[in-house]
């Protein structure tokens, strides 16, 4: 069973930048596409950022290219969220999620991530 643990989340202001951490364990994380999603109260989960089993390829919302970067380290069973030229639209709860198979796509249905974690809160606002 997955166990997805997310850090980094905080209150900065607009222009400035976060990273985000996701420690996996319970599965073999090299084998599994991962994702980035965020939510507002009253809104649906969104997605933010996608990148495959062996990280070649990665998908990102129209919202945050060229500003977001998904990036992760299989052996520290870990994926990040570099966040750049932060906005206060940007303030969310992100979570990070794994997806239900193994050497999944990189962009499939949301409904195929089948692992998530508990969230953390990223606030932009002077």
């Known amino acids: 069973q997955w166990q997805l643990v997310e850090s980094g989340g905080g209150l900065v202001q607009p222009g400035g930048s976060l990273r985000l951490s996701c420690a996996a364990s319970g599965r073999a994380f090299s084998d599994y596409s991962m994702g980035w999603f965020r939510q507002t109260a009253g809104r649906e989960r969104e997605f933010v950022a996608a990148?495959?089993?062996?990280?070649?390829?990665?998908e990102y919302a129209d919202s945050v290219q060229g500003r977001f970067t998904i990036s992760r380290d299989n052996a520290k069973n870990t994926l990040y969220l570099q966040m750049n030229s932060l906005k206060p639209d940007d303030t969310a709860v992100y979570y990070c999620?794994?997806?239900?198979?193994?050497?999944?796509?990189?962009?499939?249905?949301?409904?195929?991530?089948?692992?998530w974690g508990q969230g953390t809160q990223v606030t932009v606002s002077s």
């Open positions: 990148i495959s089993w062996a990280a070649n390829f990665r």
């Open positions: 999620a794994a997806q239900r198979n193994r050497h999944g796509s990189v962009r499939p249905p949301t409904e195929d991530y089948g692992y």
